[in-house]
């Protein structure tokens, strides 16, 4: 394995990822970006900030013009605007300007709010990615997608802006919570759904590993991911086409995080995403039921919800009215055509025949159950 991937988005854009087992060559990437005469502004939230960030700026500290730390509360809760103004509050009081720069310390929460704040503050400032979660290493953090929540409407506003950097400690992942990474592994079992069954098949064959958190396989497993990605990225940096097979399921998963009031982890809103997806592929004759049967396994298998309880069909289906990919009262689902292949399947909303109404039902009273039925 190679501990840095190129990402190349048309020339200025071009970024890299540096894969690292602690936080001992974050220095030599940053003084790569002359930052003698910067102001330098880490953004974390209130778990990770006690963990790494007297660590990643003390790197910084003493060659920057000036660094300071903002933190807010850890969790999806905190996208909000008030987060991202807080944030602008203490760069116009330090005086920053387009030439410092902003690192995101933390999982994918802290990495889209400080995205969202690079692409708009003064109309764009630099920032760096350090993820620190499972998820954020291996999908958030990279291809410049960022966005805050509005109301109860997820990730609502948002902007491209693509990273200077990605650096990726692959030791923070030892200070995660179990379900932290399981859900973590809702998005990794995506790429192997969507575009590579032999890289599907080594997560089945190395679940004992991984869940031990076997460093040499999570290295492999982090690694992969962020190939798989790089090609999306790079073919459809902002996501005009391709780029939308990498929301399989999402669009099920976000209804589920609203139905839910984000109280299941994004990752584990994907997971039940993708057995409804899956389901559909099922019925409309993409895969067969032993295939299905075997995504539900594998998803389980890493300590991933399959059916989650105390919300309607009609419940989630409303919320699926409401995705933000709905263009014109039509939305297009990503199934599955195969393991590693998939297809678009769209459904229009405004003249929906009810056999395709049916299908949708079916597909979410799959993973929906009854509180007295768990």
């Keep these: 394995m190679d501990n840095v991937i190129q990402i190349n988005n048309e020339g200025e854009h071009a970024y890299d990822i540096i894969f690292s087992d602690s936080f001992k060559e974050l220095k030599k990437e940053i003084l790569k970006f002359n930052i003698e005469k910067k102001r330098i502004c880490i953004v974390t939230d209130s778990n990770v900030s006690k963990l790494y960030a007297n660590e990643v700026m003390s790197l910084v500290d003493m060659n920057c013009k000036q660094c300071t730390v903002v933190q807010f509360h850890a969790g999806e809760l905190s996208k909000r605007q008030e987060t991202v103004n807080k944030i602008y509050d203490v760069l116009v009081k330090k005086k920053f300007d387009r030439k410092d720069l902003l690192i995101a310390l933390g999982g994918g929460v802290v990495g889209d709010i400080t995205g969202f704040v690079a692409a708009t503050y003064m109309r764009g400032i ?9 998820l954020s290493q291996v999908d958030s953090s990279i291809g410049g997608k960022t ?4 109301k109860d409407h997820k990730n609502i506003i948002g902007a491209f802006k693509m990273p200077k950097l990605v650096y990726i400690n692959l030791s923070t992942l030892k200070t995660l919570t179990e379900r932290e990474f399981n859900a973590g592994m809702g998005e990794v079992i995506k790429y192997g759904l969507i575009m590579a069954d032999d890289f599907y098949h080594y997560l089945n064959k190395n679940i004992a590993k991984i869940k031990s958190h076997d460093l040499h396989t999570l290295s492999n497993v982090v690694y992969m991911c962020c190939r798989l990605k790089k090609i999306i990225v790079e073919d459809d940096p902002y996501e005009k086409n391709v780029r939308k097979i ?5 669009t099920f998963g976000h209804a589920i995080e609203k139905c839910k009031g984000f109280e299941y982890l994004h990752g584990e809103c ?8 899956a389901y559909i592929s099922y019925k409309i004759g993409q895969i067969d039921l032993s295939t299905f049967n075997s995504i539900k396994n594998t998803l389980a298998s890493f300590g991933l919800p399959i059916t989650v309880s105390g919300i309607s069909s009609n419940e989630i289906l409303r919320e699926i ?21 998939v297809n678009f399947y769209k459904v229009n909303f405004h003249n929906m025949p009810e056999d395709e109404k049916e299908l ?8 929906t159950v009854q509180d007295d039925a768990q």
């Design 246 to 250: 990498l929301n399989f399921g999402h």
């Design 126 to 134: 630099d920032y760096i990615q350090v993820p620190t979660t499972l």
């Design 360 to 367: 949708l039902i079916n597909a979410i009273e799959t993973i």
């Design 147 to 150: 966005g805050i929540d509005f």
């Design 321 to 341: 009215l409401n995705d933000k990919k709905m263009h014109s009262g039509q939305i297009t689902f990503i199934v599955l055509k195969r393991i590693g292949k």
């Design 270 to 277: 994907v997971s039940l995403g993708m057995v409804a997806a």
